[in-house]
């Protein structure tokens, strides 16, 4: 399970076996979870997360895209 970052509370990371998928991140914070696709950056899914949670989640997300894809292509190859 590489772990991408951590900021404010949040752990985004995506795990090893999901190569096959389009580029995401999983997003945990306080007990709550989220899956985000990145290209383009929407929201899969998420169970006890606020909406406010989420917004800030998107936009971390958002402020370190590249970081992600950089992370992804190491782990996933392509």
Known sequence: ????????????FFY???GQEPIHVH??????FAKFWIDPITLDYSEG???RELARAE???TERVDL???KWHEVHGS
């Open 49 to 51: 997360m606020r909406i």
């Open 16 to 18: 090893a076996n999901e």
């Open 27 to 32: 997003v945990r914070k306080a007990g709550g």
């Open 68 to 70: 992600i894809r950089r």
């Open 1 to 12: 399970m590489p772990e991408v970052f951590r900021a404010e509370g949040y752990v985004v």
């Open 59 to 61: 936009e971390l997300i």
